[in-house]
């Protein structure tokens, strides 16, 4: 991953975790401790406490954006199931508000309401993952993204249902936040 994109991982204000220093402190590969406290002490939280807190978050769709927000970042895991999960879920709640609106495909288009929903939950989680909107025009992010919708119908049709899908991932946060919470409150 470039190192400048990788700086701007995770650090929009929507994805940012109340508990989120504590997940990722000792989440590395070189954080095993094998003590378990002394002088009748508890022993210390550790990396398996918080990869259960994850591992312990109630909807698959919340976990899924908590792993990605504490190892996303390592070139070694492989995020792409996690990231697939998040955006089939927001996808599966673009259409959802389609129906409610009787909303179908842009006329004239090359995609099915379907898959332009399919492309704008990737595009809405890419960007917010990585911070980019400011750097992109409307038309910019449609092309980056393989959207081939006119930017003026985009925002003017299209851009309510992008930001639904913002407000779908603040709510996924929201359910990180407090399934973590409760977890650390279990610790104590």
Same mark, same amino acid.
């Given at each position: 991953?470039?190192?400048?994109?990788?700086?701007?991982?995770?650090?929009?204000?929507?994805?940012?975790?109340?508990?989120? *220093? =504590?997940?990722?402190?000792?989440?590395?590969?070189?954080?095993?401790?094998? *003590?378990?406290?002394?002088? #009748?002490?508890?022993?210390?939280?550790? =990396?398996?406490?918080?990869?259960?807190?994850?591992?312990?978050?109630?909807?698959?769709?919340?976990?899924?954006?908590?792993?990605?927000?504490? =190892? #996303?970042?390592?070139?070694?895991? *492989?995020?792409?199931?996690?990231?697939?999960?998040?955006?089939?879920?927001?996808?599966?709640?673009?259409?959802?508000?389609?129906? @409610?609106?009787?909303?179908?495909?842009?006329?004239?288009?090359?995609?099915?309401? %379907? @898959?332009?929903?399919?492309?704008?939950?990737?595009?809405?989680?890419?960007?917010?993952?990585?911070?980019?909107?400011?750097?992109?025009?409307?038309?910019?992010?449609?092309?980056?993204?393989?959207?081939?919708?006119?930017?003026?119908?985009?925002?003017?049709? =299209?851009?309510?249902?992008?930001?639904?899908?913002?407000?779908?991932?603040?709510?996924?946060?929201?359910?990180? %936040?407090? *399934?973590?919470?409760?977890?650390?409150?279990?610790?104590?």
């Amino acid at each position: 991953m470039n190192k400048i994109l990788s700086q701007r991982f995770a650090t929009s204000p929507r994805l940012e975790l109340q508990h989120g *220093d =504590w997940l990722k402190q000792g989440m590395g590969a070189k954080t095993v401790k094998f *003590d378990i406290g002394s002088g #009748g002490l508890p022993p210390e939280v550790n =990396w398996e406490d918080k990869a259960a807190a994850i591992g312990l978050i109630e909807s698959r769709h919340a976990k899924a954006l908590a792993s990605l927000l504490v =190892w #996303g970042d390592n070139e070694l895991w *492989d995020r792409s199931a996690s990231f697939d999960v998040i955006v089939n879920y927001l996808a599966a709640r673009m259409i959802a508000r389609c129906a @409610e609106d009787k909303r179908q495909a842009p006329k004239g288009s090359y995609h099915t309401l %379907e @898959e332009l929903a399919k492309l704008v939950a990737r595009m809405t989680l890419h960007f917010e993952l990585y911070d980019l909107w400011g750097l992109y025009t409307v038309e910019g992010r449609l092309l980056f993204s393989g959207i081939n919708v006119p930017a003026s119908s985009y925002s003017k049709l =299209w851009l309510k249902y992008q930001e639904g899908i913002l407000a779908d991932i603040e709510a996924l946060v929201v359910m990180i %936040e407090q *399934d973590i919470s409760d977890y650390r409150k279990r610790l104590n």
